[in-house]
């Protein structure tokens, strides 16, 4: 192999992780790689698109909490202050009120009954022989580690029914690793507290502000084209990869080498239709992963926002939506006038258990946003756009088997000299926010060209004795979102820059 100076390296998807692999590779002063997208345009799933009516939308509603300080350092330097800070002000919507998120330490806004219901399982479970860490530690799945954490009536008044909505999977299909320790602090008596005292516990404040793109999500990653732009080719696919040979076949007919590859598609696709050669164990690995899919409808209205909320949570069956953004709060750049127009977002997720009639989704949203308190039957008089956009993939699932899988699929590819990273690449949802996903593609370059650790994607490799490869998926220190935590380590600085 060519040392890394005349690496051939290609990058496919210019999605978040694509972008910020090619950004760094680039800041290292490597010029021998390509970044090939097959959409007209960058940005993937962190893509903004501006509707005919002048209302910009983003594919769901994307808060950006950063903890690393090379992505907060890239965002200041593409962005120039042309962003908004916003707090966060989020809220459940539940038995025809309005509950503050997180919702076990506000259930005094809970009908009586309900409220009574919910701590008393609270307590239940607080106090379960062997004690609640216990029976957490005995849950063998999402579902059962709800059930420990919150008991009884928080369970089945909000986290089933919500979970099963956001991820259209039964919760006991989901595993409890992803989760790691940090849902594990429920604090009993804080709630028993807000409860007797009448006291408010919002989850947001100063200390949980987010930074928003003036013109979208997208905004940021459209920054990154000039900068790239000899490297990008864009609306150009790649569809076959030959592995041995280190070539791939491309849709405009032509073809391309690589020494390394980094995928950025989904990776049950990647092995079942880009590799068609792939060993039958890895594709089958890689082919029992499972997503959901997302329909996003944006309603636009001509009056002005009669609300200072960020984002909502629907867990219950009146409407289709699992969440609702203010999307026009997040920056006054979002509809064609600020004073006269506002926007609202909603999120539905669809899968084989919960199908959702992509015909009559708009319909059922603007009927559910009513049955929602979030609009009056009057005010729908005053719709003026109605965007909908279907995202195949939308939340990778972590199913029990979903780190086997990886750990089957993964070693293969990379022995091949391709690593697969980002939202579906490595299909951890822990780890598939924008920040972790641009740190992904940062980190892989960093390996490439100065041989440093990946620390995001949470995936040890090792050679085993039949001298395959093996690797050990794990939850990393980076995982999780939306609270803040300790920032994570910059990326070593090299010793000396290879030579080139
Ligand atoms: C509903 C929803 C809500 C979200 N909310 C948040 C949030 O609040 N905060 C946050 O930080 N993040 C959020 N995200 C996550 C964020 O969008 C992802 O982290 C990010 O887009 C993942 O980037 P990626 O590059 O890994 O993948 P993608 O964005 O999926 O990019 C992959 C790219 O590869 C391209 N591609 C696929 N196949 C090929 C091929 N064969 N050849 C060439 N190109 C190909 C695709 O066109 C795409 O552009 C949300 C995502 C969704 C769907």
Redesign the pocket.
Known sequence: MSTSSHLRLLI???????LGAAYRLKELGHTNFTV????PHVG???ASFTDPHGFTWD??????FSHYPYYDRLFDTLMRGEFTLNNRESWVRILDRWVPYPFQNNIRYLPRDAALDCILGLIRAQSASGGPARAIADAANFAQLNRALFGEGIDRLFMRPYNFKVWAHPPEMLSKAWIGERVAVIDMERALRNLVLERDDFGWGPNNQFRFPHRGTGDFYNRFVPILHDHLRLGV??TAIDPDARTVALSDGSTDRFDLLLS??PIDRLCRD?LPDAPAEVRDAATGLRHSS?HMVGIGLRLPCPSTRSWMYFPEDNCPFYRVTYLSNYSPHMTPDRHTHYSLLC?TSHSEFKPEDPASIVDRTVAGLIAAGLLTPDDTRHIVSRWHYF?DY?YPTPTVDRDDRLAAALPWLESRGIASR????LWKYEV??????VMQGVEWANRVLLDQPEETIGVRYEVADHGRGKATVYRPAAAG?GQPRTPMPEPKPPATLPAR
């Open positions: 496919l998807g210019a999605g978040p992780t694509g090939y997208e097959r959409a993937g799933l962190a594919i769901g509603g994307h808060v950006l696919g790649i950025t598609m880009v997302g999120e995202a939308s980002g939202r579906f690449g598939s926010n924008t920040d972790h996903a979102s």
